[in-house]
């Protein structure tokens, strides 16, 4: 019975063009990447997908990391942390973010986790109890939305970027808790939270505001501190969620606020509390990571990374204006993360896998990850690509627009 029921969803799904398949990656992540496909043949692959987005993945002093911290501490934690999964290598992790971040929230400290996942659930549910009133973006990512639903707290819905919504809303409601939260880059769209309006408001209504700053650790501000160094943000209000499986190369996540949040946050987080700590060898490769963030060769790529995304918009701006005819729009966006809106499901699929015959992968995002009818190919650029590779980009899409065009004549 299970069985048949399962396979009339997965039928289902299928009828939708919502079906997913995993591929398999034979290499490491790299802008060019050696992917084997559903037919099960490997191909070498110009990956437009990856949030690897300062290239750091790759890099060979992440790997002599890694291996020394094997050497070091083994492999697993073997528990979680506060029975023995917590180490010297998480500890200085941990250090170094909250020294990070104390030029931005006062008696800053930070809590580890395995994935921003994890992260994203157990500061809303753990925060968001029964006093509590959380207001949540609409555009807000899975994990976040996962987070209300555990939490006790009456969850109120904000319209994406709306701030005159949010401020009725807040000062309509009579929570004693105020909970704001946001993506601070949204995942699926690439713009930017305007994180400096939704401070003020956390500081008129006495609201706290929880940012994940997922996309945005280690691409935003000049020392790649994401959001806050970006906006130049100071409060005790500040609760940012970072996961370090994207541009930090790695894996894993942290949460950093004022010393209190953290501590009650360790105390009553249950997926903090009942979950094995990360392996310690991440954790001492995140140091050299963190290095490389902050160093020389951070702030180059970061550079290279914006004129990248200057190339990209260009490039497909001109191309849309080639191509009235098709429904197509670029996501506005101030980050690696740069959506080429297509609209139908199968619409997307069918580019997608155009690109991916031509040797590009790009992949095709459709509802329920995006409104319905905005189905699109999510284009994210990685500091190790380079400009010729954005122009392989760009020269598929012509002549995928082209042929559109004409079949649609
Ligand atoms: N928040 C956002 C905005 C994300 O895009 C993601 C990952 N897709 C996460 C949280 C989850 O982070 P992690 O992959 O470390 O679980």
């Given amino acids: ?44 692959l110009l990956m437009f997908c990856s949030n690897d987005y300062l290239g750091l993945a790759a890099h060979p002093r992440i790997a002599e990391a890694l291996a020394e911290g094997a050497r070091l501490y083994g492999g697993g934690s073997g528990a979680s942390p506060l029975v023995s999964g917590h180490s010297v290598a998480h500890k200085r992790v941990t250090d170094t973010l909250a020294d990070w971040f104390s030029a931005h929230i006062p008696k800053a400290r930070a809590l580890g986790f395995c994935t921003g996942y994890m992260a994203n659930l157990a500061v809303v549910s753990a925060l968001g109890d029964g006093d509590a009133e959380i207001f949540s973006e609409a555009l807000n990512h899975a994990s976040l939305i996962d987070g209300t639903r555990l939490a006790k707290a009456r969850v109120t819905r904000y319209g994406h970027a709306d701030v005159a919504e949010l401020r009725a809303l807040l000062a309509a409601s009579t929570a004693k808790i105020k909970l704001i939260v946001t993506d601070a880059v949204f995942s699926m769209d690439g713009d930017i939270a305007p994180l400096p309006q939704l401070l003020a408001l956390a500081e008129e209504f006495d609201a706290w505001l929880i940012v994940d700053d997922a996309h945005g650790f280690g691409v935003l501000g000049q020392r790649g501190r994401g959001a806050l160094e970006h906006f130049d943000l ?144 999510r284009i994210t650029l990685c500091a190790t690509h380079t400009a010729a590779d954005v122009d392989r980009l760009l020269a598929a899409l012509e002549a995928a627009a082209s042929d559109m065009e004409r079949a649609a004549a």
């Fill in 1 to 44: 019975m299970l069985l048949e029921h399962l396979n009339s969803k997965l039928r289902a799904i299928a009828a939708q063009d919502l079906s997913r398949f995993l591929r398999e990656a034979e290499s490491p992540t790299a802008p060019h990447q050696w992917v084997r496909g559903a037919d099960g043949i490997a191909r070498e």
């Fill in 234 to 377: 100071h409060s005790e209000r500040l609760i940012v969620v970072g996961t370090l499986g994207k541009a930090a190369g790695l894996a894993g996540a942290f949460v950093v606020a004022h010393e209190t949040i953290t501590e009650y946050l360790l105390q009553a987080a249950r997926n903090y509390i009942f979950s094995t700590a990360s392996p310690p060898a991440i954790e001492h490769a995140l140091l050299t990571s963190f290095e490389l963030i902050e160093s020389e060769l951070g702030q180059a790529r970061r550079a290279h990374l914006q004129a990248l995304q200057q190339q990209l918009a260009k490039g497909i701006e001109a191309l849309l204006q080639r191509h009235r005819g098709l429904p197509w729009q670029l996501a506005p966006s101030e980050t690696p993360v740069r959506p080429l809106i297509v609209g139908g499901n199968a619409e997307v699929m069918q580019l997608a896998a155009r690109l991916e015959r031509e040797g590009l992968r790009v992949p095709g995002i459709r509802p329920p990850t995006v409104p319905k009818g905005e189905a699109r190919l």
